[in-house]
């Protein structure tokens, strides 16, 4: 069976700094198809002109509602079997589409496929890796949004059910998506792999809204199936599945993988250049 084709739809506005990085990230995947759509808000600053350079990647730029409706709009004109976004900030890593694509072709019962993924500094120095589990609908809903975004793909039947990202949300789309995903039923399959860079950085939407955040955390909770616990409550069982995390995955072995990852701290990912391919080697082995 040959791989299912992917596509990945990145959102952004003024993000000259970061989307060479995102672009090539995707153009330089090996033995996949992929499609590369950027749905850009009408940036003010260098970003459309540094797009006007890649006729791989098919574009637009204009005003939006904001980056859930950006995503929203890619998703639609998405024509590969797998979906996902990659943020403007973000990129992938060497062979990582690869093994979504090969996971999901194993496993073709699976609606979404989500890995792992490592947080890197503004200049693309290892910061924390972001290890992960076998899905786990408790601690999704009770720890918060364990999966990164940046690291997932959904099968296009997800997207044309209907199930688009709900733009009432500002900090925790992803979140409502995957609880909302999980409600309905849809299946999901964790591959250990390092999937992709996740850029932490002080414009980060999660690090700046943080009053929202809670909000919106808590209003997912609720719809999608926790009680209307007191606050004290909601944090005991949030420390609860934290603990619970910590056993599977000390029991699966990638609190191992994480350690390995502090021996790299510092170290360059960005693989156009040899010392970050030689990172993205070893993290490869991981």
């Not at 589990?133 to 601690?139: A, K, L, M, P």
């Amino acid at each position: 069976m040959s791989l299912p084709t992917l596509s990945v739809v990145t959102p952004s506005f003024n993000s000259e700094g970061f989307i060479r990085d995102a672009i090539w990230s995707v153009s330089q995947q090996q033995a996949v198809t992929v499609e590369h759509i950027i749905i850009d808000g009408a940036s003010t600053d260098s970003t459309v002109g540094i797009l006007k350079h890649h006729p791989e990647v098919q574009w637009t730029s204009e005003p939006d509602k904001g980056q859930s409706d950006a995503i929203n709009k890619g998703f639609l004109r998405a024509r590969g079997d797998l979906v996902g976004w990659l943020n403007a900030d973000d990129y992938y890593l060497p062979g990582g589409l690869g093994a979504i694509a090969r996971a999901a072709r194993e496993y073709p019962e699976a609606d979404i496929i989500h890995g792992d993924c490592i947080f890197v500094d503004r200049s693309g120095r290892v910061v924390r890796s972001k290890v992960e589990h076998d899905f786990d609908r408790e601690i999704l809903l009770y720890f918060g949004c364990y999966i990164p975004s940046t690291s997932t793909f959904f099968r296009r039947r997800v997207i044309e059910s209907g199930q688009l990202l709900d733009c009432d949300y500002r900090v925790c789309m992803d979140f409502e998506y995957f609880a909302r995903l999980a409600h309905a039923g849809c299946r999901f399959h964790y591959v250990p792999r390092f999937i992709a860079a996740f850029r932490w950085h002080g414009n980060n939407i999660s690090l700046n809204q943080a009053g929202r955040r809670g909000q919106e955390r808590r209003q997912v909770q609720l719809r999608f199936g926790a009680r209307p616990h007191s606050d004290a409550t909601f944090k005991l069982l949030s420390d609860v599945h934290r603990g619970k995390r910590f056993l599977r995955k000390a029991a699966s072995g990638n609190v191992f993988r994480e350690l390995s990852v502090r021996r790299m701290i510092g170290s360059e990912t960005r693989w156009q250049g040899r010392a970050g391919a030689e990172t993205c080697a070893s993290l490869a082995c991981l």
